[in-house]
């Protein structure tokens, strides 16, 4: 007689960080794909965002990885010309997620594929949200002002690496 084996049921955060990697893949950004997911405190969705352009704008024209440019000329002066890359333009998917959300944000969890930038930590902070799970972290000064941001403001912190080991970062 064969033992069925027992199904290994994951956790909440592991639920919604695997969530997180379908939603990464709506991104047009070649190199980067990343995904965020905002749960309530019954655990509901209540936003999902993508690393991205903006909703409505021509994606085919601007720079989708780490080596195309785009030209623009000034904005007084057609002498100038801007040379614009994908970070002048992708807005990340944690700020996509907070502006898209259906309801107020306030007291709810955010997951994403990776730990968010100084400047997504400002609008987590600003919208309320006490917890953040995440994968990946990078090593880059904006992390390191994230992660100061989110002690002083008292906003759990936990990363589950791919083997769903917990740790408080």
């Known amino acids: 007689m064969s033992e ?17 990697n379908v939603v990464a893949t709506r991104s047009h950004d070649v190199e980067t794909q990343i995904g965020c997911v905002i749960v309530n405190p019954k655990r509901r969705i209540v936003s999902t965002g993508y690393n991205g352009l903006p909703a409505g704008v021509d994606d085919s024209f601007w720079a989708k990885d780490r080596t195309t440019k785009v030209n623009l000329p000034g904005v007084f002066s057609d002498e100038i010309v801007y040379e614009i890359d994908k970070y002048d333009t992708i807005t990340h998917a944690e700020a996509n997620a907070i502006v898209s959300a259906s309801e107020g944000l306030h007291g709810c969890t955010m ?12 609008l987590v902070i600003t919208a309320g949200i006490k917890r953040i799970v995440y994968r990946d972290l990078r090593e880059w000064k904006a992390n390191a ?3 100061k941001f989110f002690e002083q403001a008292g906003i759990e912190t936990i990363r589950i690496s791919d083997s769903a080991e917990a740790s408080k970062v």
């Open 4 to 20: 069925t084996p027992t199904r290994q049921r994951p956790s909440w955060d592991e639920y919604f960080l695997a969530i997180c």
């Open 145 to 147: 002002i994230s992660r």
């Open 111 to 122: 997951y994403s594929t990776l730990f968010p930038c100084n400047e997504c930590a400002k």
